[in-house]
């Protein structure tokens, strides 16, 4: 079993639906949780950075971390096509003074007008 | 700033050869890393280095060298190609900063080995 696991998807919605992507894991040490967007033949930049258990909003992103169930979660309100890409989950812990982290397999979503 | 950017973008080698991949960034960042992308198997950690001089194996290591002799640069060389090492490569840097390890990502390098 990974350490991060993500269901590769293809998720398909429609434009202006609320979109749910998630992962689980199974170090308890793990303590930050980051998202990062991957378009395509494109390399992964951050989307969103989360310390601990809670939520957090950017716009139209929230991330939730739940630290008791290992369950993360990133949504998008009103999507668009342009959020079509595929979403990678990570996550670290401070491991021997590093933080390097594990990333999840990507989730692949496609938003179609 | 440029941020993180890799060379050469697309390469093919036949199996045996040699080749030098390159990954320099601008953002006086400690830490680089090297990953390979496979379809369904995610993001790979090749190699890592937490500093000048400094390298670390990661989790798919074989085949692969680095070397970091300077901050700004971080070099992943493959000495005998082979099939499997066909992949998508990415480079990232990070800072330290001691509560994060967020990492910035180059374009990838398109490898393929025939």
């Known amino acids: 079993q990974k350490e991060v696991e993500q269901d590769p998807g293809p998720l398909s919605v429609p434009e202006g639906a609320i979109v749910s992507l998630n992962c689980t894991y199974s170090?308890?040490?793990?303590?930050?949780f980051m998202w990062y967007r991957q378009y395509s033949r494109k390399g992964p930049e951050l989307l969103m950075y989360?310390?601990?258990?809670g939520n957090k909003e950017d716009g139209r992103f929230t991330a939730q971390v739940d630290k008791s169930s290992k369950y993360i979660s990133l949504f998008i309100r009103d999507s668009q096509p342009s959020d079509s890409a595929t979403y990678l989950c990570?996550?670290?812990?401070?491991?021997?003074?590093?933080?390097?982290?594990?990333f999840g397999r990507g989730t692949s979503l496609i938003v179609h007008p | 700033n440029a941020g993180v950017t890799q060379t050469p973008k697309f390469r093919v080698l036949k199996t045996g050869q040699s080749m030098t991949l390159l990954c320099a960034q601008d953002?006086?960042?400690?830490?680089m890393y090297w990953y390979r992308q496979d379809p369904g198997m995610g993001l790979r950690l090749i190699h890592y280095?937490?500093?000048?001089?400094?390298?670390a194996k990661g989790e798919v290591p074989d085949g692969y060298n680095v070397s970091r002799l300077k901050k700004q640069n971080f070099l992943l060389g493959l000495e005998s190609a082979a099939p499997s090492q066909t992949s998508v490569y990415f480079c990232?840097?990070?800072?330290?900063?001691?509560?994060?390890?967020?990492?910035?990502f180059g374009p990838g390098t398109r490898l393929t080995v025939l």
């Open positions: 170090n308890s040490a793990f303590q930050y």
């Open positions: 990232a840097s990070s800072y330290i900063r001691g509560s994060t390890d967020t990492q910035y």
């Open positions: 990570a996550m670290s812990s401070p491991s021997g003074g590093s933080y390097i982290p594990t």
């Open positions: 280095s937490v500093g000048e001089g400094t390298t």
């Open positions: 953002m006086n960042h400690e830490y």
């Open positions: 989360t310390y601990s258990s």
